[in-house]
């Protein structure tokens, strides 16, 4: 569980610091993670699987996350020239950060696991469950890398599945290359200046030329710079205003000849995180490019993108609480004051309660939605429809309870935690861009509730869901079920009301939260009770009870509780040793 106990105590002892998380194997330290892989992957995978995560969580915790420390503190830097003056754009990169590159696209092979296959000698590609199991380790070392290889993976998924059987021949293999000198990362070049959310009103203008393209207008916010492959938006001359008039295209970053295409990088952003890679502003200058699918359904091709990035950015915000987890226990656990340990003290446990359980449900959460993209793909129409609300679901809300957990983590440690020398104050940094990436709190609650719910009825996919996972749910107490059956009508309920009217906008953002404490507390207790069965701990039921308690039942603020069942909870999560399914009813039973 937690490896460094003794070491930590006998630093915490000698009235040093107590330690970070350096050394820590990320995946050693969470059974939870090795639990839901057995829940959702066949056991032939999750074995040819976990020795590579357990080397990618040792990686994470050691050489990983001082070359992420070193390539966030040494930002990418922009020339304009060579040294003998000629006009040579390129962009130079600290060698911590190549080494990242080289373990992600290379070693894992994290940005191709589920087109190509052969990564790490498995016959397949992975599903998208066992691609995210990779995503969350890599990303608790490093999160600014984590945008270059989903885009890369996004170019790849959208070249495959809309591109001409030329396009994929000339470029579809460099996008999913392992070997680092054949590789051609991917960029996705969206955000114009006259809007971010609202993408019909770009002025890119896309003019024909024969076979190809040539592209006018700028790009705002373009992360990946430098990428080779970018995947972009524009709107043919004479195409009509608003989303259906724009067009996708594939624009590289050299031609045939070996030439620079004809767009140039301004400058790069000076950003509050991700500072170790390269988001830049770029000017099409007749740039050449190809169009991808039919020019009249980019913006909807676009779209398929985005939904696989919002997947990707919750399974990232939930690594960063996760790692600020493991940081927040490493102090909690070592560092002695006033003659005990901080994990002894009442305010010290509720708030690392308040850490446990946002990242747990996130945890949760994430894997549902993988689930969900898995089956999707694998032609089923349910799970088309309930990957429709549970893809902003997460997005809206993991990424909103990062911050709040980096902080809470940040605080645990106390004034050094502010000091960039440790993890902490980047990750807080790198987690106000899970809310911002990939649309909006605003605009994925309004994904959720407006367009999910109001215009293609995915409320009743997710009613579904979560009622059959109770039902499944057989060795867990009845009254708990039917208390989960009936928060989960009335989430569902609340939501159609919701988006059934135009003026009740201001109340998605409390509708999208309520849906997703509800279904987080179902897949908690469907969890609980398969890990049961698999190894006779029931402790993730508590947290399902800790979601109702804290998340959806309003608490009266001038009455005083003994916490008895607070502390109960506590003492089992934050202990080691398995919790029988007696123990944890007779602490469901209250609620």
Known sequence: MHQRTRQEQAIANSGLLAPDTSGMNFYRADPALADLLRIHLPDPLFRHIEPHLD???????????????????????????????????????????????????????????????????????????????FTFLFNQAEFGLGCPINVTDGCAKLLAKFGSTDLQAKYLDGLTQTDMSKLTQGGQFMTEKEGGSDVGTLTTTAVQEGDHWRLTGEKWFCSNAD?????????????????????????????????????????????????????????????IAYAVGNLDRGFVQMAEMVNSSRLSNGVKSTALMRRAHHDALTVARSRVVFGRRIIDLPLARRQLMKIMLATEQALSMSFVTADALDRAEAGSQDAAALLRILTPT????????????????????????????????????????????????????????????????????????????????????????????????????????????????????????????????????????RIYQMRGDARRLLLSRLVIDH??????????TDGAAERAIADHLLGERPVGMAEVGELLAPA
């Not at 040494?74 to 962009?91: C, E, M, S, T, Y």
């Not at 998340?551 to 005083?560: I, K, N, S, T, Y």
Request: glycine share 10%; with cysteine; charged share 25%.
């Open 394 to 529: 997460l997005k809206f809300r993991a990424t909103r309870d990062a911050r709040k957990v980096c902080g809470d983590a940040l605080e645990m440690r106390g004034g050094i935690g502010y000091i960039e020398e440790f993890a902490t104050a980047r990750l807080l940094r790198d987690a106000h861009l899970g809310s911002i990436w990939e649309g909006t709190g605003n605009i994925v609650a309004i994904d959720a509730l407006q367009r999910a719910v109001g215009r293609h009825g995915a409320d009743a996919a997710l009613a579904a869901d979560l009622h059959s996972r109770l039902d499944e749910s057989a060795d867990i107490p009845q009254p708990w079920r039917n208390r989960l059956h009936d928060l989960t009508d009335r989430a569902i309920g609340f939501a159609r009301e919701v988006a059934g009217r135009i003026d009740n906008e201001v109340e998605v953002r409390r509708a999208t939260s309520l849906l997703y404490h509800v279904a987080s507390a179902v897949a908690l207790t469907w969890e609980g009770g």
């Open 227 to 287: 990428a080779e492959i970018v995947m972009l938006l524009a709107r043919p001359e004479g195409a009509p205003g608003g989303t259906r008039g724009v067009g996708l295209f594939l624009m590289p970053r050299r031609l045939d000849d070996g030439s620079p295409n004809h767009y140039r990088i301004v400058r790069l952003k000076d950003k509050l995180g991700t500072r170790s890679m390269a988001s830049g502003e770029i000017k099409l200058e007749g740039a």
């Open 55 to 133: 080397r990618l969580g040792a990686l994470a915790g050691g050489h990983l996350d001082e070359c992420a420390r070193l390539a966030d503190r040494h930002v990418p830097v922009l020339h304009q020239r060579d040294r003998f003056g000629r006009d040579a754009q390129w962009i130079e990169y600290h060698p911590a950060y190549r080494e990242l590159e080289r373990a992600a696209f290379g070693e894992f092979g994290i940005h191709a696991m589920s087109l190509r296959k052969g990564i790490m000698g498995w016959p397949q590609p992975y599903p998208v469950v066992a691609k995210h199991a």
């Open 551 to 560: 998340r959806l039942q309003g608490a009266d603020p001038f009455r005083l």
